[in-house]
């Protein structure tokens, strides 16, 4: 018997600007900015690796009409969205610390804390967190009127005090889930002189998007890990019996044990960033060759996150010792875009 199903999972976050008491005066700034007025060059606002333990969820939106396209012209992103957003997979990963950090040198312009982490989910959360949009956070000044501004920060994590200075890379907080959160990241927005700035393009979104950037305000250290992916995997992984998203992005998944009297074999897809006619393959093949295969319809819409799975349940006689392997392919204008392979062996 064939276990299949799809779950969708939409993100339409909204930005509100994060209005704290500034620092009265300009002399402050005077000794941070550049000389020659170039804008600050940024690094990660977090500490982990890129497309590994952090993902780039959402972009700015460079269409300055109702639509939404992110720098490349691509659809990640949201309709209004002013930063982009650094994920992380799991609330687990929250509990366990995940610094957030300066991405330039400057002097801290205001500061937030002590908005509860929980996940908007209903028009209920989304109202409770009213004029607190950008839930903990953290404004830096960089100088010459540039600032950023980081969101979405961990109860009670936030370390910089207002007037401090920070370098580049220091730990100002910790990733969270506070304010209008429906995944737990950091919200990183970039301004100049108050306007927003995509770091991708050094440009004003108002200037549209460009199929081939050529410009964008990230350090040289981690401007090749920040590589446009149209489309990411979180997790290609097996389990014994249906999954649910929200198991997944709590990180309580239970962890699969191989044995010859499980109820099921399922393997689980979950991806942000699909694109709209993006089709998934799912495979799974036993000791004695295959067991599944699922093949869902092309998308009808672009997904912000998307989970599917497909197993088979215990024969009469249990399952045969062997390897066991999933294959995983999003076709995408007829030829492979992503793909994963992941194996198990029943002794």
């Not at 509990?95 to 209903?122: E, F, M």
């Not at 000044?141 to 580049?168: N, P």
């Not at 799912?282 to 699922?294: A, H, I, K, T, Y």
């Not at 875009?337 to 029943?346: D, E, K, P, Q, Y």
Request: net charge positive; proline share 6%; aromatic share 8%.
């Amino acid at each position: 018997m064939r276990v299949k199903a799809a779950v969708i999972f939409r993100c339409p976050l909204l930005w509100a600007k994060f209005i704290l008491t500034g620092l009265p005066g300009l002399l402050l700034f005077a000794t941070i900015g550049s000389a020659d007025g170039t804008p600050p060059q940024f690094g990660l606002p977090l500490q982990c690796t890129l497309g590994k333990t952090c993902f780039i969820q959402q972009y700015v939106d460079n269409d300055t009409g109702p639509g939404a396209l992110d720098y490349t012209c691509g659809g990640a992103t949201y309709d209004g969205h002013k930063g982009t957003d650094f994920r992380i997979r799991t609330l687990r990963d929250v509990d366990q610390g995940v610094p957030v950090l300066a991405a330039a040198d400057g002097i801290v312009k205001a500061t937030r804390d002590g908005v509860p982490d929980r996940l908007v989910q209903s028009d209920r959360d989304r109202q409770a967190v009213a004029g607190r949009e950008c839930g903990n956070g953290v404004v830096i000044s960089h100088g010459d009127g540039w600032e950023t501004q980081y969101c979405h920060l961990k109860r009670g994590s936030i370390v910089a005090d207002k007037g401090a200075r920070v370098t580049r890379g220091q730990t100002i907080g910790s990733v969270g889930y506070s304010g209008r959160a429906e995944f737990p990241h950091v919200h990183l927005s970039v301004r100049h002189n108050g306007k927003v700035i995509d770091p991708f393009t050094g440009r004003s979104p108002s200037n549209g998007c460009r199929t081939q950037p050529t410009a964008n305000l990230w350090s040289d250290a981690v401007a090749e890990t920040l590589v446009y992916r149209a489309g990411e995997i979180l997790a290609f992984e097996f389990a014994d019996g249906p999954v649910d998203l929200q198991d997944l992005v709590k990180g309580s998944q239970p962890l699969f044990a191989p044995a010859r009297n499980l109820p099921a074999i399922v393997v689980y897809m979950w991806a942000i960033n699909l694109v709209k006619d993006d089709r998934i393959h799912l495979v799974l093949l036993g000791p004695d060759g295959e067991l599944v295969r699922q093949e869902a319809p092309a998308l009808e819409r672009n997904k912000a996150q998307y989970m599917l799975f497909t197993g088979k349940k215990r024969p009469s006689g249990g399952w045969p010792k062997g390897t066991y392997t999933a294959r995983l392919e999003v076709i995408r204008n007829g030829e492979p875009a992503l793909g994963r392979t992941n194996s198990f062996v029943i002794d």
